[in-house]
């Protein structure tokens, strides 16, 4: 079982994604946008480049990876000098040891969860694709981008204790604290911002397509409902969630989300 292809999962990604994306737009706003509707914009795009099919879908993905990739290196370049390389960890070697583990088994378990996709999307594929080309596809997208992300946000958050203004960021939300790691560089920023945003609904975009494959795999009642139909629905359940949980269920959600994928992975 894999939770890539449990259409609640993929509300859980969609809830999340919406959150964060809605935390950043607002953030960029001076907060003068709300994070309800930063919630609508990012709920209403992906429902939209999903709704329309894998063509329209598979074109977006192709592009909007580039932008995001030069947005998150702006924000390497603006906020590496705060980030605090001088934290050390805490405890005995046991407690050190177990902890780091427990930070890998988190970090593997969101790339993991992702790999079954391939079973979704490489199905488009000519039949004499070979094997091993799937497998390095996947394998090298999915390390490339998890890591890079994984370590931007390490260094956000080892700046936290060192400096006010992230740490008042990171009070108001995470999304916050993304955009004070541009700090500096003036509507330039903001801009780059506007397109890390851009880049949740480029991840929500393929787990809300999957979860609409998801439902259809469910028996034949539900293969008999349109794609357009599940794909409607989960953005609904997900838009929901996200407005109504935007403040206390987002943190729930994220700590009991990240433990399930690490179990229906296995």
Known sequence: MTSTNLPFSKKGYGMIDCIIGGQILSAVSSNTLSIIVGIVIVAVITWLVAVCGIRVFHFYERWAWLPQVVALFVLVGSAASKFDTSVTAVG???????????????????????????????????????????????????????????????????????????????DISSGALIVAGYDGLGGFGKFCAVLVALGVIANNIPGTYSAALGFQVLGRYPKMVPRYIWVTISAIIYFICAVAGRNNLFDIFENWYVGFTSFSSL
């Open 92 to 170: 005995d070697s046991v407690t050190v040891a177990a902890n780091r583990l427990s930070f890998f088994s988190l970090c593997l378990s969101g790339p993991v969860a992702w790999a079954p996709s391939a079973a979704d999307y490489f199905v488009y594929y000519p039949q004499s694709t070979p094997r091993w080309k799937a497998f390095t596809a996947s394998m090298v997208g999915l390390s490339l981008a998890f890591s890079f992300v994984y370590m931007l946000g390490v260094g956000l958050a080892s700046g936290i204790a060192t400096q006010p203004t992230w740490s008042d960021a990171y």
